[in-house]
């Protein structure tokens, strides 16, 4: 695994223990209401308890998330971090001087090792006299003993450690607003990578020390904002004008922009995209829409971003978050912060800005944002995750092209064999906003807030042997659904079931693998039977069978094909003057085989493109054979 896949690992893994920190700050709003004056004084002091409890255990969340994201979600390696964590406690408890204590970055670290001494150990074999302690009970001794010397060691350079870090804090305090705007041009570049959660856990959870009230010692923007430090929330407060405003403010000049005839799909798609944005603070969605069609537009909008973080700086406001800057949290988390109010003005003037100057770029720069092109419009996918994500797959190079799913908030990360394999074509159509390739076969793929079903739903296809058949695009053009068919025969489904083309050149190819079973003598139709005995009849154009001089086979009946193999030419242009349709039914004319169907959407499609249509095979019928 290369180096940039390697940090795409450990950012996700290092993303996951924060998902418990709304919980926190949900706990401590609810104990800052005057629950004494409503003749309830214990709920106020359990609500802040709880939630302070979180923050205080961060450092065993962060051990137990990074093992866990590192090792696949393997609870070995999150139990073997969680008692290194115990014993490092322990250790410089007893043995410290109180300037010892459990950070963030000590969990990280612990996390770290339990994670890779998992996936280095979790199946060594040892003499069989000792094999008891082989396999994951191995991780957990050998992490044990290591956290014991780490624990040794942390006594001697953690207090050197703490203040590199608080060094680095007050170097970044010293260039005042304009350290804050580099922060935040860098924070939002690595969006584009998935690494900004690399860069936010040093700022939000290592940088800065202070101590509360209680003697507790707490680090980094996030907790001492929530611990009552007057210096802590600059790290924070700017992003809440780039979520709230100026994001949804990108979704409403897309929808402004788009044509007319895709209009109301773009803004279903987007609208609730800004939504989410203005709500929750989560944006990518909205970001990958121009990421790779305007890269300049998505500069212009980091060095925005960090003057936003400038700007709130230099009106000494201070405002926090628990999970994004979105609405909720700025409601939440409001009764902490200084001077909060302002963002609200600075945010409706970064929205304008944001709306007009991004219209006036879509249009004038003609920038292919989603509705401007057909194929780039993102779809809805509530409800058909469980019949796209064969296609999904199948578009990820197929199951053998697959080394590990994870997902984040809106994006997959994957691993796989061979990056080449991935259909890009097909992923956009399938939904996708964009795709980046890191290197070392590790890819991100964003889909939004669904991608956390998205793998769901590809984890168990990976695990389930399904009786499936996955078909290919026989010509290039647009596809069209069985019932659209100028042919009453084969609207009806009198033939069989499937889907149906709009030829634009004159070749036909093969969508599955799988041998021919007819050629009919005209040879404007064919027919495929496949390892798994369906009956796949590809008919080029609509009452053709009596054109002559029109088709020209390159296979014969007999011969095995491949997805992708050429099997007949046609002359498009001759068609087009003599039969009454040029529209190329796929069906498969033994559907009671079939149990489940999956279509991609019905758009253009490139010839050969993958992920058109997936069919599950009743499994007491499946005869085994080759995955298309």
């Known amino acids: 695994m290369n180096w940039l896949g390697s940090l795409q690992q450990l950012g996700r893994a290092v993303m996951l223990p924060t998902m418990v920190l709304p919980a926190a700050a949900i706990l401590l709003s609810v104990g800052s209401l005057p629950w004494d004056s409503w003749g309830f004084e214990s709920v106020s002091g359990i609500a802040t308890v709880a939630g302070q409890s979180l923050f205080y255990f961060l450092p065993y969340l962060f051990a137990v998330g990074v093992a866990l994201g590192l090792s696949n979600q393997a609870g070995q390696a999150g139990l073997a971090a969680l008692s290194g964590m115990i014993i490092y406690d322990q250790v410089v408890s007893h043995f410290g001087d109180g300037s010892v204590q459990p950070a963030s970055l000590i969990g990280i670290i612990l996390g770290a090792i339990a994670g890779i001494t998992h996936n280095r150990f979790k199946s ?18 050998i ?35 304009f350290g804050l705007f580099l922060y935040g041009i860098l924070y939002r570049v690595l969006v584009a990578f998935g690494l900004h959660h690399l860069l936010n856990n040093v700022f939000w959870f290592q940088l800065g020390s202070y101590e509360t009230t209680g003697g507790e010692v707490v680090t980094g923007d996030l907790p001492r904002f929530f611990a009552g430090d007057p210096t802590a929330g600059y790290f924070m407060s700017g992003l809440f004008p780039i979520m709230m405003f100026a994001i949804p403010a990108i979704a409403l000049a897309i929808i402004q922009e788009a044509r007319e005839d895709l209009k109301p799909k773009v803004y279903k798609t987007f609208i609730t995209s800004a939504l989410v944005c203005f709500l929750t603070g989560v944006s990518e969605q909205i970001e990958f829409a121009f990421l790779f069609a305007a890269p300049y537009l998505f500069i212009v909008h980091a060095v925005m971003s960090g003057l936003a973080l400038w700007i709130s700086y230099l009106l000494e406001i201070r405002h926090g978050f628990s999970y994004s800057a979105g609405a909720i949290d700025y409601i939440l988390n409001f009764h902490l912060s200084e001077n909060g109010l302002l963002l609200i003005p600075i945010g409706i003037v970064y929205g304008l800005i944001y709306y007009y100057l991004f219209r006036w770029a879509i249009r004038t720069f003609r920038i292919p944002t989603p509705g401007r092109e057909e194929g780039s419009v993102l779809e809805d ?30 994006r997959l990360r994957i691993t796989v064999h061979n990056d080449r394999l991935i259909d890009v074509s097909a992923m956009k159509a399938l939904g996708s906003a964009g795709l980046i390739k890191l290197g070392g076969g590790n890819v991100q793929v964003v889909f939004g807030t669904y991608s956390e079903l998205i793998r769901e739903e590809i984890a168990k296809l990976l695990e389930r042997d399904l009786p499936q058949v996955l078909f290919s695009a026989p010509v290039q053009g647009k596809m069209l659904p069985i019932e659209d068919v100028p042919d009453k025969i084969f609207a009806g489904k009198l033939v069989g079931d499937g889907v149906a083309f709009v030829p634009e ?69 001759g068609l087009r003057k003599d039969a009454p349709s040029l529209v190329t039914p796929m069906v498969i004319t033994n559907p009671d085989r079939v149990k489940s169907w999956s279509y991609a959407p019905f758009k253009h499609v490139r010839k050969g493109q993958a992920s058109v249509m997936s069919v599950v095979l009743h499994e007491d019928r499946n005869v085994g054979g080759v995955e298309a």
């Open 124 to 141: 060594i074999r040892l003499p069989e006299i000792l094999q008891f302690f082989g396999g994951s009970r191995f991780v957990l001794l």
């Open 143 to 177: 992490v044990g003993l290591i956290a014991a010397l780490f624990s040794c060691l942390m006594l001697g350079i953690a207090p050197i450690i703490q203040s590199l870090l608080d060094m680095i804090a007050s170097m970044e305090y010293q260039l005042g607003g």
């Open 381 to 410: 996918w509530v409800g058909s995750i469980p019949y796209q994500a064969p296609l999904i797959l199948e578009a990820l190079g197929g199951k053998r092209n697959i080394v590990q799913v994870e997902a984040c908030i809106t």
């Open 505 to 573: 050149n004159g070749e036909l190819l093969s969508p599955v693998y799988g041998t021919i079973m007819h050629l009919y003598p005209t040879m404007h139709a064919i027919g495929i039977q496949t390892p798994e005995g369906l009956e796949v009849l590809l008919h080029i154009g609509i009452d053709t069978s009596q054109l002559k001089g029109c088709f020209e086979a390159a296979v014969k009946e007999g011969d095995v094909v491949e997805a992708g193999q050429l099997l007949i030419k046609f002359d498009l242009d």
